[in-house]
């Protein structure tokens, strides 16, 4: 029986973590200028992450907290940090003062007055390729259910703004007839491993969609991680032959959801079907999931190979999910998979398997990020370059804290059985704690 506080076992495990040179700032550029710099921008970015991983909801709440660290959170912020400081870095905007002809200095300037001198989001890529990979040698990410690494790809958006973020948002409509930008984003979750932690992010252009920046996505995917994983999985808005068959000659392989989007290869697949569906499924499973009872049966064939100049393409696979709610409600669905995998690489039950863990980069990441982090409705800053950025910097909460709720803190029941997850605001309260206490632990770093 584990008789330490929880705050003193997350205090451990961030300065396990958060000394180690993965998780350091040395990738990020300072952007400002000499007289910006009364402040390192390590203590900046500290500051602002610690926010994060403690989940405040704005600047204004990273302030009070960076006020109310003890020796552990002076470990890596080392006073008070103003949360409007906070919002001119993101912002990538710097006041300028004016001066008169007599050469006194002029008071607050306006808009025109502001400086730019933004963060580089491509930084933050590489800190959390950096992170992920550091995780990887620590043996964080090792498959558990599947016999290879999965990735999932799939559209995220990152809340509605009432600008377009120097062109880079797309543009909608409220019903009341009001406009609005979305920013977007492409992002993909290792899911396979114990906490599916997003791996990349990708903005999507205003004038683009996610099928056209799926090659971009992937190939940087592939660069950073190739070692890591061998099936990429997709929903049916990136389901294309250009796009499959680029994975195809990087060596990979593919699951795509497959709907009418793709009409030849639907009404084939519906065609194959029809016949097998009065045989015994390949694969069946049977769970318990928000009070439904959810049945599942697995189908598979190989005869659609090479159809419509889908030279790649061996398999589609078709899954029956019966749910039947506590009320007597019942809903039948049937999904389609395409992939270019030889038959025998997984058993049927692993691609139930896989088929389910595909849809944890919207149940787990996803919905983490919009129900915790409100990534979707409370952002901290939307002026240049900040969504992005704070976005990279929330996926790199997300991984750590999912990290120590999966791994480091996730008690064990009786006879060694795991329990339920501590929930994220028993997390975010522990972190908080964990940043007051007043023991500091030594300082050791950990080989890059």
């Given amino acids: 029986m584990d008789l330490q506080a929880n705050d003193r076992r997350v205090q451990k495990f961030l300065d396990r973590h958060l000394q180690s040179p993965a998780w350091q700032w040395q990738d990020i550029g300072d952007p400002r200028g000499k007289r910006g710099q009364r402040r390192e921008l390590k203590d900046l970015l500290n500051a602002a992450f610690a926010g994060l991983l403690a989940g405040c909801a704005s600047l204004r709440d990273v302030e009070l907290l960076s006020a109310e660290m003890g020796a552990t959170g002076r470990q890596y912020v080392e006073e008070r940090v103003p949360d409007t400081t906070l919002w001119d870095l993101f912002s990538g905007q710097r006041r300028r003062r004016r001066k008169n002809t007599s050469g006194a200095t002029m008071g607050l ?65 409220r019903n009341d007839g009001s406009p609005y930008w979305l920013a977007r984003v492409l992002r993909a979750s ?16 205003a004038k683009t ?7 971009e996505f992937f190939d ?51 065609r194959l079907f029809r016949p097998l569906l009065r045989q015994e499924p390949c694969a069946k499973s049977s769970e318990r999931y928000r009070g439904k009872t959810v049945h599942r049966r697995l189908y598979r064939t190989a005869e659609i190979a090479g159809y419509h100049d889908w030279e790649h393409l061996r398999q589609v696979w078709l899954v029956e999910q019966d749910t ?19 038959v025998g690489r997984l058993s049927c039950a692993q691609i139930l398997a896989l088929i389910r863990l595909h849809w944890r980069v919207e149940n787990d990441c996803f919905w983490s990020l919009d129900m915790q982090w409100h990534e979707d409705a409370l952002p901290w800053c939307t002026v240049g370059p900040a969504v992005e950025v704070l976005g990279l910097m929330r996926i790199m909460a997300y991984n750590l804290v999912q990290l120590a709720r999966t791994r480091s803190l996730r008690p064990r029941g009786q006879n060694g059985h795991n329990v339920p997850l501590p929930s994220w605001r028993s997390l975010f309260r522990w972190v908080q704690q964990a940043l007051r206490l007043d023991i500091e632990a030594p300082r050791v770093l950990l080989p890059a």
Avoid at 324 to 342: A, C, S
């Fill in 109 to 173: 300037p306006g808009p025109a007055e502001m400086v730019k001198r933004p963060l580089v989001a491509e930084d933050f890529r590489r800190q959390l390729r950096r992170q992920v990979r550091a995780m990887w040698r620590s043996k964080s990410l090792q498959p558990r259910v599947l016999p290879c690494g999965v990735v999932s790809v799939d559209g995220k958006g990152l809340g509605a703004l009432e600008h377009d973020a120097e062109g880079t948002a797309q543009k909608g409509h």
């Fill in 190 to 205: 290792l899911v396979s491993a114990p906490g599916a932690p997003l791996v990349d992010q990708l903005p999507i252009g």
């Fill in 209 to 215: 969609n996610e099928t056209a920046m799926f090659v």
């Fill in 220 to 270: 940087a995917i592939h660069q950073a991680y190739d070692p890591l994983f061998e099936v990429v999985t997709t929903d049916a808005g990136m389901t294309s032959k250009a796009n499959a068959g680029h994975v195809h000659a990087a060596n990979k392989g593919y699951v795509m959801a497959l709907k009418d989007n793709q009409p030849e290869l639907a009404a084939e697949a519906k």
């Fill in 324 to 342: 039947l709610e506590d009320n007597g409600r019942h809903q039948k669905e049937q999904r389609f998979f395409l992939t270019n995998l030889h």
